[in-house]
């Protein structure tokens, strides 16, 4: 099963209700991802940039040399806690 962005933006409006549009949460979300990526962007080699999205859902960036030429790298994870709670164990 795949779930696209677009599909989070409808269930997301439709969750909301009437008085949000597929447009306002389009909006929302796309100021979310531009202010995270953002931050993501700020790392640097002494220190990573973590963002925390809630739930247990986070991204890290940091800088890393690749071919003696600095990249940014970004990781995606999920909490050991919240993965538990999730699988009720």
């Not at 099963?1 to 949000?20: F, P, S, V, W």
């Not at 796309?30 to 953002?38: F, K, R, T, W, Y």
């Amino acid at each position: 099963m795949l779930i696209t962005k677009r599909n989070l933006l409808a269930e997301t409006a439709k969750q909301l209700g009437t008085d949000y549009s597929i447009e306002d949460v389009t909006e929302v979300f796309n100021a979310l991802q531009d202010v995270a990526l953002s931050h993501l962007q700020q790392a640097n080699e002494r220190e990573p940039i973590t963002v925390k999205f809630g739930n247990g859902l986070s991204i890290s960036s940091k800088i890393k040399q690749v071919d003696d030429k600095p990249r940014l790298w970004l990781h995606a994870k999920i909490s050991r806690h919240y993965n538990r709670a999730i699988n009720e164990l």
